[in-house]
């Protein structure tokens, strides 16, 4: 959900000095991730000594795994590790707490990390980095999906596509530059708080509301496609609809709340699921009409056949089962918030 307003990137005259790890707060929101929680945490501690020095706090919201034991497991190792418990639950709300709570007087700046990702060496510390050199509000970076399953694979290989996600340049783009929207990898402190941090009525598209407000208050996006994460997406039809369907609803909310216009992109979704349900409906009286769900089918099974060619691998299939379960559960909870607001601004 990104446009790119400046591919140019900036070259300050002179890089600024290195970061002090002891102004740098990572935090990585966590429920249930006791799949990806020891890769993702020995990913970000992977490089310089100094990156034992940058507390790291996992902030979980409860889960019901061995996600925490798994965390105080590592604690011997990373003496930098810690937990704190996210009663909220919500990455939104894991965020705000650890940088009201955690954040020393000398830290300046808020590393937000995924329990879904690998990471590159250094991660933590170029982030630092390059918010300081760019003078940037907020700075984000690409994600390169890759899947581990058979289905994750076909995921992966989809959704950094435009008949994915739509293309944005947080999904594999090339470029840097400042932009409007991307993946939230750190964020200057000071104007973090100015803003109030992240709306926690948001359980999802909590990164792009915040945004908006930031553009509001004068502060500037940069996206750092040098600065490169691995994202393993969800593994199942079932987590990935859950995962769509909210963040149809979080876009409907952000539509509402700011007054925003969707994307082009943002429209076909919506336009492809009222085509297949009108043309299921009418097919009832007019057979003709399930020209329009089919014609849609055929797109994806056409873009599973290309992505198992293009990858030489039969879990190339799964493509177009998982774009058109994006497709179809985002437009469907973009449509059940924007049609029947939920007044619970606390419901998930």
Known sequence: MLDMTDT????????????????ILAVIPTLNEARHIEACIRSLMA???????????????????????IVQGLRGEFPNLGVLNNPKRLQSAALNLAAATFASDAARILVRCDAHSIYPDNF??????????????????????????????????????PLGSGGAAHRGGKASGWVDHGHHAGFDLGWYRRIGGYDETFSHNEDAEYDVRLGKAGG??????????????????????????????????????????????????????????????????????????LGYVSILAAASVLVAWKHKSACGLFAGLAAGTMHMSWAAGFLREALLPNTNQNAR
């Not at 490089?47 to 706090?57: E, H, I, K, M, Q």
Request: proline share 7%.
């Open 47 to 69: 490089g310089s000594p100094d990156l034992r020095r940058v507390p790291l706090l996992v902030a979980d919201g409860g889960s019901t795994d061995d996600t925490v034991a």
């Open 124 to 161: 933590i510390l170029d982030v630092a980095q390059s918010l300081t050199d760019t003078g940037a509000a907020s700075l984000v970076i690409p994600m390169d999906a890759e899947g581990e399953t058979c289905f994750e694979k076909g995921n992966a290989w989809v959704v950094d596509t």
């Open 8 to 23: 140019e990137t900036p070259m300050p005259a002179a890089a600024s000095p290195k970061v002090d790890p002891a102004t």
């Open 220 to 293: 500037r996006v940069y996206l750092d496609a040098g600065i490169r994460i691995r994202y393993i997406p969800r593994g199942s039809v079932s987590r990935l609809a859950k995962q769509y369907y909210g963040y149809g609803k979080g876009r409907a909310r952000n539509v509402r709340k700011h007054g925003s216009r969707l994307k082009i992109r943002q429209t076909v979704p919506i336009i492809a699921f009222l085509g297949s349900a009108l043309g299921l409906l009418a097919s009832l009286m007019y057979v003709p009409a399930l020209l329009l769900p």
